[in-house]
């Protein structure tokens, strides 16, 4: 159980400092702050380039996003699940951030099924196949497929 | 990989079927158009309880004025149902199997031996930096239901 | 102390009738539901124009914000504070509520100032005036002043 | 109305000052680049707790590795003015109205006159819903502070 453990955490780090580094810009590792793996608990540790150690809860909602994805897309190569469903995600992301997601999703979606719900055109633009959404006459809401190209 | 979805008076949508062609797939659309609703379903369809789905009651989760919801996902080769019906106490809850009666610990048996942990793989509305938020020791025990 | 708290919660209600209809498209109102002022809650009711009454608890994320902001902007017509700053509160919002939003922004700042955060274009566009922040060499915090006409 | 808003050492920003000419102003930029600390900046000179600032202890608003922060808004011809510096176990506070030192209790007076309810005219990133989350009787109560 321990070694299981174990084994799970170091390839699950290693995942995450390489997307990190993809995504957010940074460095970025997890770390467990006691020996015993059962009574510790998990820590993130994120250094943007150009910038200071950040302590987690003084990040910004951007920030804070996308170390969470990261940490999703770090367990996801480890154990894949058969899909994604993420509903708007990238709210807080700026346009640039919200472009390097798409990317990064479009790459992970070779391995696994996303279903993304998004407002943000570079999301749009990044997918196979965008699906939309309106209500009708008397209030119900219809699907319609939208062909972006 | 989830094929298609198929509602029946599930929140918003009368009738509505989705199929999913392609791996990275967008649902977009108006404010209060009916996103999330989508994204309820399945969730609804796997077993989940009314808290997540912005319910009180599981009966909230079936269309206005309509007296039961069904909601279909095809998904590796499986056909999961599951439907609701008001009583006058509360409701019924039926789940199928490719088309056949099951319980509710025979999906969970099923979304199990899927590995369908929707614990990290379907993130709610506004939920995107809760993993960021959760303490420690919650983190922690992630790696240990992967493990 | 009663009456006090009748005619305010009267007048805003008259004002959240309206702004509701500009804003969410449309019928708002907030009642007591008890006859007792200092015992009562305060509910919200919405209809928006050819749909059924919604449960607040089941609405989305978007409709939510907008309902917020109005209750907010009542509360303003009534009782003006001399400035509002506001974080991103667009970021549930689809690009036709984010214009709303601030055309309503802009006709509210002739009688208060709003300090607003946002990365949406309708809301920058609409503004007097844009001030940018970057994050220079070191990693620290720099303004500039953006001239969008 | 808010004139002016200076800063040194709070957070991310090492000095800065931004002046306000128009009623309809507009914060943006990066994810990151500061634009949330400057929200902060205005709560934290009129004298709010450390938690709203997504801070664990006061200090932590003080720019990595400096030892004072201070933050200055004119407003309505006032000049209010807080500043707070690290000492061996824990920090100072000091409040400032035009120059003159006072007590917090003499800013929140102030504030108060100057009809400053943050409760509903400061939202703070990710808490728009928040009204419409919050119990019935919270509602009621923001009705009890204007009448
Ligand atoms: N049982 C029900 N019957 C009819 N309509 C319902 C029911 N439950 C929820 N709704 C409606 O569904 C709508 C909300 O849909 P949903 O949350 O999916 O919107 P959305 O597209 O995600 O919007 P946003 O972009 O704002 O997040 C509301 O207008 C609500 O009234
Ligand atoms: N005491 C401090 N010293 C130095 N930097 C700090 C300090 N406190 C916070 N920061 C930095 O401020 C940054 C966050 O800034 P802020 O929350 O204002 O970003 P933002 O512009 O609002 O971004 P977003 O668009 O993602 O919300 C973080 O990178 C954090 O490390
Ligand atoms: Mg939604
Ligand atoms: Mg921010």
């Keep these: 159980k321990r070694s299981a453990f174990l084994s799970a955490f170091n390839s699950i780090n290693e995942n995450f400092k390489e997307i990190v580094r993809e995504l957010a810009d940074g460095e970025g590792e997890i770390y467990l702050d006691r020996d015993d793996p059962f009574s510790s608990g998990l820590q993130i540790r994120f250094k943007p380039f150009g910038k200071p150690i950040q302590r987690l809860e003084s990040m910004s909602g951007g920030e804070k996003s996308l170390l969470t994805l990261a940490f999703i897309f770090a367990i996801q190569r480890f154990k894949p699940a058969p899909f994604y469903a993420f509903d708007e995600v990238d709210m807080f992301l700026d346009g640039v951030n919200v472009g390097r997601l798409a990317k990064m999703i479009r790459k992970l979606s070779s391995d696994a099924q996303f279903i993304v719900v998004s407002l943000r055109k570079p999301m749009l633009e990044e997918s196979d196949h965008v699906v939309g959404v309106t209500r009708g006459g008397d209030g119900e809401s219809i699907v319609t497929a939208i062909q972006l190209r | ?147």
Tied chains: 1, 3.
Excluded at chain 2, 31 to 48: A, E, H, P, R, V
Excluded at chain 2, 57 to 65: F, P, S, V
């Design chain 2, 1 to 147: 990989m989830i094929k298609r979805i198929k509602l029946r008076n599930f929140k918003s949508f009368k009738r509505a079927e989705i199929e999913f062609r392609d791996n990275f797939t967008v649902i977009t659309g108006p404010n209060g158009s009916g996103k999330s609703n989508l994204i309820d379903s399945i969730l609804f369809c796997l077993g989940t309880s009314s808290k997540v789905l912005r319910a009180e009651r599981l009966t909230d989760l079936i269309r206005d004025g309509r007296g039961e919801a069904e909601v279909t996902i095809e998904i590796d080769g499986y056909e999961i149902k599951r439907r609701i019906r008001k009583t006058e106490r509360g409701y019924y809850s039926y789940y199928y199997i490719n088309d056949k009666s099951v319980s509710y610990s025979d999906v969970e048996r099923l979304v199990e031996s899927l590995g369908l942990n929707t614990d990290y793989n379907i993130v709610m509305q506004g939920d995107v930096t809760r993993i960021a938020e959760m303490t420690p020791i919650q983190r922690r025990k992630i790696i240990e239901d992967v493990a």
